[in-house]
């Protein structure tokens, strides 16, 4: 069976600091990868899809990155933290050839201070 | 083109009653429709799908939805209420055929169970 895991489950960071999420999955090779983010009491905001290995597609212009070194691996990524940068995110796999359900991590809850 | 629509930001139901969750979604082409809930500070689970069998659909914790096509509706049902399913939940359209990898969420409907 396929499991996805993301971490760190909970950070804090001052602003300005750098930042570096994981997630990972297993169980399912060539997946279609997602990065979602949740502000307090809102829906998802799609940021970074990725359909293969170096290929990152953003849907949101911020300070934040992505980035796939490896299959199964998708790495979120900041320079700088900024306070509108806290909130929920989520990671997602999805069949490769797309249109089908979405499999979620179980998120890191990040504060920025 | 994909969007969906949630009437209702919050339902609220007395345990035991019916539960309603309202879905509307358009598409250019024929979709794949889906329900979430998310419980707190918790990722999302999936709770049911459509991928154009059966147009009722049944999934886990006693919950179905029908696909309308007629009413562009996905309206997610459970004939009683349980304290734990006080959680959010999400409809989603996706693209059948993997014309987009990216699929469209609807803001989400907070489900509130009173005792």
């Known amino acids: 069976s396929q499991t996805i895991h993301q971490w760190p489950a909970t950070l804090v960071q001052p602003v300005g600091s750098p930042l570096s999420l994981e997630c990972t999955v297993e169980?399912?090779?060539?997946?279609?990868l997602y990065w979602y983010r949740q502000a307090a009491g809102r829906g998802l905001q799609l940021l970074f899809y990725?359909?293969?290995?170096?290929?990152i597609s953003s849907e949101v212009p911020q300070n934040l990155s992505a980035s796939r070194p490896q299959d199964r691996q998708f790495i979120l990524s900041s320079k700088k933290l900024l306070l509108s940068d806290s909130g929920f995110y989520l990671c997602a796999w999805t069949r490769q050839r797309g249109g089908y359900e979405q499999y979620f991590g179980p998120g890191t809850r990040l504060t920025v201070t | 083109a994909q969007s969906v629509t949630q009437l209702g930001s919050h339902v609220s139901v007395s345990e035991g009653a019916l539960v309603l969750l309202r879905c509307n979604y358009s598409?250019?082409?024929?979709?794949?429709l889906f329900w979430y809930v998310q419980y707190p500070n918790q990722g999302l689970q999936l709770l049911l799908k459509?991928?154009?069998?059966?147009?009722l659909v049944k999934g886990i914790n006693g919950f179905e939805a029908e696909f309308k096509k007629s009413e562009t509706s996905f309206h997610l049902t459970k004939p009683s209420a349980h304290m734990s399913d006080a959680a959010e939940y999400f409809c989603a359209v996706s693209a059948r055929g993997g014309g987009s990898y990216i699929p469209t969420f609807g803001r989400g409907t907070s489900l509130i169970v009173h005792p």
């Open positions: 169980g399912t090779s060539n997946p279609n």
């Open positions: 990725s359909v293969g290995i170096g290929q």
């Open positions: 459509y991928t154009s069998a059966a147009t």
């Open positions: 598409s250019s082409v024929p979709p794949y």
